[in-house]
């Protein structure tokens, strides 16, 4: 299955700014898939990102808080923009493995705004 | 709207003990996938169940999928230190296997 570098790990950010989380896959995948996680909760689908055509945002969701950008097949970004408090969680990328329609995820960001 | 709700949402036991957790709907899912979350790190997927009444072993842990592809089950024989973590379960939707509805997470913890 596909290997996801996923990077930060954790940061500390001040309200107002913006923190771009990036994903790197070891392999090509058509579409990539970004998560919001409250630490030991369950999983929130933010958006799914093709290559060549613009994000596609879930309820709640919109594409100036989230930008997203897909490049090429291996790599996505995830923007966290104008940030408050509220934005603190964990960020997770996966794609799917390719078998049974399982998931790989990144080691997800671990975002803290003050 | 698909829900998948899943129970216990926190359990705390002995090693040596068996568990079982669930995960029911009143819908009907494509597929079932159940994955284990250790802090710091993204879930992992531990198996895919596709078939009505299937049922999957890996070492110590049984997952079945309920005739109806309504419900599923995760049982854990014997637990151990190791198997710690946030169990998810997440149902495939019958218009896209792209799409998965998540349970709300079992938060289990193995007592040594």
């Known amino acids: 299955s596909a290997v996801i570098s996923q990077k930060p790990s954790r940061d500390i950010c001040q309200r107002g700014t913006s923190l771009t989380i990036q994903c790197q896959v070891d392999?090509?995948?058509?579409?990539m898939f970004w998560y919001r996680q409250q630490p030991g909760q369950s999983l929130t689908l933010i958006a799914t990102?093709?290559?060549?055509?613009?994000?596609?945002?879930e309820s709640g969701f919109v594409i100036d808080k989230f930008p997203i950008s897909r490049p090429n097949l291996t790599f996505s970004t995830l923007t966290v923009s104008n940030m408050s408090p509220e934005d603190s969680s964990i960020y997770l990328c996966?794609?799917?493995?390719?078998?049974?329609?399982?998931?790989?995820f990144g080691s997800g960001t671990r975002l803290t705004v003050v | 709207t698909q829900l998948l709700e899943q129970s216990p949402q926190f359990l705390s036991i002995q090693e040596g003990e068996n568990l079982t957790v669930y995960c029911n709907s009143s819908?009907?899912?494509?597929?079932l996938q159940w994955y284990r979350q250790e802090p710091g790190e993204g879930p992992v997927l531990l198996v895919t169940?596709?078939?009505g009444g299937e049922v999957k072993k890996l070492k110590r842990l049984t997952f079945q999928f309920g005739d109806a592809r309504k419900d599923s089950s995760l049982h854990i024989t014997a637990a151990q230190t190791g198997d710690t973590g946030l169990y998810l379960c997440?149902?495939?939707?019958?218009?896209?296997?792209?799409?998965?509805?998540w349970g709300a997470g079992t938060k289990l913890i193995i007592k040594p």
């Open positions: 392999s090509q995948v058509t579409m």
């Open positions: 169940v596709v078939t």
């Open positions: 996966s794609v799917l493995t390719g078998t049974n329609y399982g998931y790989t």
């Open positions: 819908s009907v899912f494509s597929s």
């Open positions: 997440a149902g495939g939707g019958m218009d896209s296997n792209y799409q998965l509805i």
């Open positions: 990102a093709n290559q060549g055509s613009e994000a596609t945002y």
